[in-house]
């Protein structure tokens, strides 16, 4: 079974910073567009960020752009999102996903991590 392995989670003051990084398996993350999606409780599953194979602009929710980032090591397999002047809106469970399609959306990802909850305090 494919695993996308999410860590960077953590609590944090309103105006804080926090890096979440995913480790995807080799041919996921050559294959696959990547990306971010967060649930926070009561809500629906949304996206955050999305990032291409190779070059191109990134994907941003309107709600984060401006304070997150995605970025990815293709030495490492691995995908980053940096989040800077965090919000208490902000506080959800924070998956990583990997889509055959752009825009990434939650309907068309193939593959999920098991997420990494994110709590910013106010």
């Known amino acids: 079974q494919v695993q996308l392995v999410e860590s960077g989670g953590g609590l944090v003051q309103a105006g804080g910073s926090l890096r979440l990084s995913c480790l995807a398996p080799?041919?996921?993350?050559?294959?696959?567009?990547m990306g971010w999606f967060r649930q926070a409780p009561g809500k629906e599953r949304e996206f955050v960020a999305g990032i291409r194979r190779t070059g191109g602009s990134n994907a941003y929710a309107d709600s984060v752009k401006g304070r997150f980032t995605i970025s990815r090591d293709n030495a490492k397999n691995l995908v980053f999102l940096q989040m800077n002047n965090l919000k208490p809106e902000d506080t959800a469970i924070y998956y990583c996903?990997?889509?055959?399609?752009?825009?990434?959306?939650?309907?068309?990802?193939?593959?999920w991590g098991q997420g990494t909850q994110v709590t910013v305090s106010s």
């Open positions: 996903a990997a889509d055959p399609k752009w825009p990434l959306i939650v309907s068309t990802a193939a593959y």
């Open positions: 080799g041919r996921i993350f050559r294959s696959y567009y």
